[in-house]
């Protein structure tokens, strides 16, 4: 709308020729001056660019929606806008459906706590049939930190599908259609981008599993350098391939520590950083997803895992359908397994807070030492 040609707009002709007359074209060449810049480009009276200026806005302005054409438009399109369910009732619940399509959703938390099983789980439903409520596909696996494990994805299929993975050949094809790279280095990986947009084209992919980002820039720098800073590139190009694919696209994160200067934008959070500092045993509440604010922004979903009085569970901390809310969950033979559908909902600062007791193996980029 913007490339509309003003004299296509039923403007007074008189308006529309001066228009003309001094190459404002299009409503981005009226739209991007001022009204006082248009009175000296055009030689008229501000009430004749007034009018003129609210015209062309009408006329390119897109139209407003309700909230119930909206909705109505999603039943419309649910094929655009569906879900890889979880088979974890209380979290599909909460995702209204499980992993979104078309949208990054980030599993973060620190080194144990399940993330790679998540991500294991969510390969195997994406490659089963659709009569067992999987999405009949193919999957790239991109096993940053090689904790990919196809014993491991076997014994998740036997115990959550005995019916299927005790047929002769089926557990080899489950596992035939999860296709696994394993980049050396974040160069490596930008590489082969380009190969995996063609992929999942060609090979009826229906899921893309990168686990994890953040190890593919720890190391490639040394401290102090700006990771964020490297990942531009990768952010946009991963979103677009969620939107232009319509998959879901699960990436894992780990945690770091957090620095004072970071923690201390709110009287809340200056006063549990002086708390911490008294009790030394309480590091874990200034733990913090790895990879920096404009990754946080390119998520849409962003479920934590954490540990906290000797149980696990799984956070909706940032989603656009769901309120935060945890889930206590154990890792079984089966995989994830939550021990109650109904979530609690968190407020405050708990809602961003992730902990870990009971979980050392932390990542300290450049802040001060958790030991």
């Known amino acids: 709308m913007a490339n509309k040609q003003i004299s296509q707009m039923g403007l007074p002709k ?4 001066v228009f003309a ?94 993330k790679t099983q998540f991500c294991l789980k969510l390969s195997l439903l994406a490659s089963l049939p659709a009569s067992y409520g999987g999405l009949d596909g193919h999957v790239i696996y991109i096993d940053v930190e090689s904790k990919f494990s196809s014993r491991r994805l076997i014994e998740i299929g036997v115990k959550s599908f005995p019916e299927i993975f005790h047929r002769k050949g089926m557990a080899q094809e489950m596992a035939g259609r999860i296709h696994v790279l394993r980049p050396a280095s974040l160069s490596e990986f930008t590489e082969s981008l380009q190969q995996i947009k063609v992929s999942l084209l060609q090979n009826q992919v229906k899921l893309l599993v990168i686990d994890s980002m953040a190890a593919l820039v720890t190391g490639e720098f040394e401290h102090g350098a700006p990771r964020q800073n490297t990942l531009g590139w990768h952010i946009s190009f991963i979103k677009s391939l969620a939107e232009f694919s319509r998959i879901p696209v699960v990436v894992t994160n780990q945690v770091r520590s957090q620095s ?77 397994l939550l021990l109650s559908d109904d979530g609690t909902e968190l407020t405050g600062p708990d809602i961003y807070a992730i902990h870990c007791q009971g979980h050392n193996d932390i990542i300290n980029f450049g802040g001060e030492s958790l030991q």
């Open 14 to 17: 008189s308006i529309a020729n």
């Open 21 to 114: 007359a001094r190459n404002v074209f299009t409503a981005k060449d009226a739209l991007s001056l001022t009204e006082f810049e248009l009175m000296e480009l055009l030689d008229v009276g501000l009430a004749q660019i007034t009018s003129a200026v609210a015209h062309i806005s009408e006329i390119v302005c897109p139209p407003y929606q309700t909230a119930l054409s909206l909705m109505e438009l999603r039943v419309q399109n649910e094929h655009l806008a569906g879900h890889l369910p979880t088979h974890m009732k209380g979290l599909d619940e909460a995702l209204c459906g499980g992993i979104p399509f078309g949208v990054l959703t980030e599993l973060v938390g620190p080194a144990g706590i399940g």
């Open 260 to 336: 004072r200067d970071e923690t201390c934008h709110y009287y809340f959070q200056v006063q549990s950083w002086n708390e911490a500092i008294k009790d030394r045993t309480r590091h874990d509440s200034h733990l913090v997803a790895a990879l920096g604010i404009n990754w946080a922004h390119a998520v849409t979903i962003r479920l934590v895992l954490e540990a906290k009085s000797g149980q696990r569970f799984i956070k909706v901390a940032k989603s656009p359908i769901s309120p935060p809310l945890a889930f206590p969950f154990n890792i079984t033979s089966s995989g994830i």
